[in-house]
Structures are given as structure tokens and as C-alpha cells.
């Protein structure tokens, strides 16, 4: 199908234009980004570098403007794959995303933007990762929850809110003798997370992927690495925006389980927060009926659901690109039983595809 001409400077309502972010902007898009209080941190213009050099995918980051100030923005990635098909997203590797605006007119007039912006490209669908419902009759995907709880000033007070099973396992990993270090590169990490993505029959992102995360975000995006007697246990690459903790990565080594390493890792992670003065923990997205979703219930938090909106171009449906559909299941059992090492080597050239 050929493409149809595009061009966001005929992307107009309301004297609101739309057009792409330009390179020495970036600085100008975070300032919108932490003021607006819908933001997350998937909705930073450093998400546009790592996709590009981290995957080969194209990006377009769409700015409102009114007057010549930012009145909104869309941050898009464009993934072409041979066996996933052709998409457009907000945000693909991302748990949130969708449209920034301060008002009705930037938000119709980015949201005409990219769905002008998919019918150009000829894509399957345009998705957008919204937290709140935005198109009541778009097909939308009921798969995914959010878990967010606030974190109570006092350390004893977290513990104390942990329930009773669960805690009885933080408080085995501190037994143990476990002890959570802060890494400044993603060496250890990379080591934990294949291993643990590995046990689950998935595709691994690239040690690429993670530095790149590291160098674009700095100190909001951190690594915490446990240990015992010297031996790497478990690690979580979690991301600071305002006052929240994302752990967004993470995963252990086999001999994490016996010492009830993963549980141990988020709640030190949790205590440094509120040590820091932080008031929120964002557990992250999981699927429904999966362990990692039945693993953040037994912590005491409560599922919200994520709206996935589609807004179909040359797609009949809406995709289902994840483990939980049967046509993979042969799959995962497979790569469960290849090699790590060489695992580690292919993951990542079929996980860029995946979004």
C-alpha cells in the first residue's frame, strides 16, 4: 500500500500547530513534560535517542504550540517488523504514554496529527498506553494493570504494610545476609535480568539497551544489586521521576529464589525511597494472570487497569504481540531449553520488534 503525503504543518485547530521535535529542543520538551501533572517518566525526550540507537526504529515526537509556547505533546516510535507487523505507538517499551495537553484543542489537534500521521506511514495500528480512558470507541486491549501505592514517610510503617506472608520472606532474604549495593553501570545487572527473562522463555533486550538507559537518564535511572557474600543475587534497573520509583527491569540469578533474593531487592528498594523522601512506589504494569501480577498483589497492592487504545489503519484487529497468546506458547518453551549465552545473543534482535 503507498504511503500517503504528510505534513504536520497542515496539522492545525483551534490555532493550535503541530510539527516534530527538533534536535536542540529536548531541554524545552522535559520542562513541559515536568510540569504537566499527567506526565510520566515515558513521556521524556530521552526515550526518542535510546529507541533510535538502541533498536534502529524511527521516532516522532509531535509539540503543540499555540503562540509560540507548548501547549502538548506526543512522544511516537515506529517499529517495521517482518514477523510483527508495522506499528505506531505511544510508547513502544513503555508501560505509559499517549497524549500531554493542557487543553481540548492541543489534545484533538496531536491526537488528528498521528492518526494523519498513520494512514501516511500505512501502518497496522496506531496504540496509545493511556492510564486514564481517552477514545470511548476505539477497540482497546483489557490485558494490562498498573500497580502505584504511596510510601509512608516512616520505614517501619512500609514493612509493617507488607502482608503477613510476604513479609515473612523480606525478612528471610535479611536473614540471609543479603545486601543491596548500587552499581554504576549495568554489568551485574545484565547478568541477573537475562538469567531470570531466560527462566520465562523470553527474549532478552541488549546489553546495548541498558547502558543506553544509564547514560541518557543518569541518576533517575538507577541500579540496584543484591548480593550475598559477594555473589550477584538479584538486580532492578527502576527510573526517578518527581517524587516516584518505577523499578522498571529486573530479574535473579537461579540461587535467588532459596534466599528470597527478588523479594528482599524491592523492599530495599522501597526503604531507600522513603529514606529519600519519596511518596510513591509504581510497582510497574504486569499482565493479567501472570505470576508477576499475582507477585505485586501479595505486596499489598491493588491492580489498576491500563487503557491500551488502537486506533486501526490497515489492521482488522487488534494485535496480540505477547507470551500470553497460545501462538507463542511453542516458542517460549523452546527458548526456555536454548543455551543462556546464546540467548543472550539472538533475544535481542527479535525483542527490538516486539514493543
Not at 500500500?1 to 504543518?9: V, Y
Not at 485547530?13 to 503541530?18: E, R
Request: proline share 4%.
Amino acid at each position: 500500500m503507498q504511503a500517503e503525503p504528510f505534513s504536520l504543518d497542515d496539522a492545525r485547530m483551534a490555532d493550535v500547530t503541530v510539527r516534530t521535535l527538533k534536535a536542540h529542543e529536548h531541554a524545552r520538551w522535559d520542562a513541559y513534560v515536568n510540569a504537566h501533572p499527567d506526565a510520566t517518566f515515558f513521556h521524556r525526550a530521552g526515550w526518542k535517542r535510546v529507541i533510535e540507537a538502541a533498536f534502529g526504529h524511527r521516532t516522532h515526537f509531535l509539540v503543540a504550540e499555540r503562540g509560540g509556547e507548548t501547549v502538548g505533546v506526543l512522544p511516537l516510535a515506529e517499529i517495521r517488523s517482518r514477523l510483527f507487523g508495522h506499528s505506531l505507538g505511544s510508547l513502544p517499551f513503555c508501560a505509559y504514554g499517549g497524549i500531554l495537553a493542557d487543553h481540548d484543542a492541543a489534545f484533538r489537534a496531536l491526537d488528528e496529527a498521528a492518526q494523519a500521521l498513520a494512514r501516511a506511514l500505512a501502518v497496522g495500528s496506531l496504540e496509545y498506553r493511556n492510564q486514564v480512558a481517552q477514545h470511548a470507541h476505539w477497540p482497546t486491549k483489557d490485558l494490562y494493570v498498573t500497580f502505584r501505592k504511596a510510601i509512608d514517610p516512616d520505614v517501619d510503617a512500609n514493612m509493617n504494610a507488607i502482608p503477613r506472608k510476604q513479609r515473612a520472606m523480606v525478612r528471610k532474604g535479611i536473614k540471609a545476609g543479603l545486601v543491596g549495593e548500587i552499581d554504576r553501570d549495568t554489568t551485574r545487572f545484565f547478568q541477573a535480568y537475562s538469567a531470570s527473562v531466560h527462566r520465562l522463555g523470553t527474549p532478552v533486550f541488549s546489553r546495548k539497551f541498558f547502558r543506553l538507559l544509564k547514560e541518557e537518564f543518569g541518576d533517575d535511572c538507577e541500579v540496584l544489586t543484591i548480593t550475598l557474600d559477594g555473589n550477584v543475587i538479584a538486580s532492578v534497573m527502576s527510573f526517578y521521576f518527581r517524587d516516584e520509583v518505577l523499578p522498571y527491569y529486573g530479574g535473579g540469578v537461579d540461587a535467588a529464589r532459596a534466599v528470597a533474593g527478588s523479594d528482599f531487592m524491592y523492599w530495599d528498594l522501597m526503604r531507600r525511597a522513603c529514606e529519600r523522601g519519596l511518596k510513591v512506589f509504581d510497582f510497574g504494569r504486569s499482565k493479567r494472570g501472570t505470576g508477576s501480577f499475582d507477585f505485586k498483589k501479595n505486596w499489598g497492592f491493588e491492580p489498576t487497569r491500563l487503557y491500551y487504545e488502537y486506533f486501526l489503519v490497515t489492521d482488522s484487529d487488534v494485535p496480540e504481540i505477547n507470551p500470553l497468546n497460545p501462538k507463542y506458547r511453542l516458542f517460549i518453551q523452546a527458548w526456555k531449553k536454548m543455551p543462556l549465552a546464546l540467548a543472550n545473543v539472538i533475544g535481542p534482535h527479535i525483542v527490538k520488534n516486539l514493543g
